[in-house]
T-cell receptor
Framework: DGGITQSPKYLFRKEGQNVTLSCEQNLNHDAMYWYRQDPGQGLRLIYYSQIVNDFQKGDIAEGYSVSREKKESFPLTVTSAQKNPTAFYLC???????????????FGPGTRLTVL | AQSVTQLDSQVPVFEEAPVELRCNYSSSVSVYLFWYVQYPNQGLQLLLKYLSGSTLVESINGFEAEFNKSQTSFHLRKPSVHISDTAEYFCAVTSTGFQKLVFGTGTRLLVSP
């Protein structure tokens, strides 16, 4: 059964702690993405990766870090530098975007992070 | 830069009534357009997409959207909604070779009996 898994579904963290959100895909997709969702603001791109060992900052990368050591995995670390980390985090993946084509982004079920 | 505007944050409607969720986009290049649906505490699911060809696209559950280049719009419509259509709907845009999807702020569709 192909898809994207995110864990955990709910995560609680104390202020000042780093926390890592997991994202795994078995779709053999090249590209992976992390989005943050806040009520009334839609989805905002944090980081994305087009290929293993390479990634780019999105629109709101400050206070976050990522790694892409394996094609199927793209973990997101929310650091203590992120001033307002409480949000719903969504991971997505897609086939490699070409010059004349577009590949659909598939989304995971999300992780809800709450800072206490 | 690309942007998407969803003018209505919430649309209440009665069951079996028609509905239109509005989406306008801004882009200087050719675009691909999408509607995603999100049920509470879940990820996004692709509802329908416009890549090229016919400007009217349909989903398997009765939704349709029409790409209107002159009005830069991609409104989502359904002639008769069900209670189960209650969800949040996001419009998104990207373009050829562009990796990033740009999302609107979402429209919450509330269907009541």
């Amino acid at each position: 059964d192909g898809g994207i898994t995110q864990s955990p579904k709910y995560l609680f963290r104390k202020e000042g702690q780093n926390v890592t959100l997991s994202c795994e895909q078995n779709l053999n997709h090249d590209a992976m993405y992390w989005y943050r969702q806040d009520p009334g603001q839609g989805l905002r791109l944090i980081y994305y990766s087009q290929i293993v060992n390479d990634f780019q900052k999105g629109d709101i990368a400050e206070g976050y870090s990522v790694s892409r050591e394996k094609k199927e995995s793209f973990p997101l670390t929310v650091t203590s530098a992120q001033k307002n980390p409480t949000a719903f985090y969504l991971c997505a993946s897609s086939g490699q975007t070409g010059a004349i084509s577009y590949n659909e982004q598939f989304f995971g079920p999300g992780t809800r992070l709450t800072v206490l | 830069a690309q942007s998407v505007t969803q003018l209505d944050s919430q649309v209440p409607v009665f069951e079996e009534a028609p509905v239109e969720l509005r989406c306008n986009y801004s882009s200087s290049v050719s675009v691909y357009l999408f509607w995603y649906v999100q049920y509470p505490n879940q990820g996004l699911q692709l509802l329908l997409k416009y890549l090229s060809g016919s400007t009217l696209v349909e989903s398997i559950n009765g939704f349709e959207a029409e790409f209107n280049k002159s009005q830069t719009s991609f409104h989502l419509r359904k002639p008769s909604v069900h209670i189960s259509d209650t969800a949040e709907y996001f419009c998104a845009v990207t373009s050829t070779g562009f990796q990033k999807l740009v999302f609107g702020t979402g429209t919450r569709l509330l269907v009541s009996p």
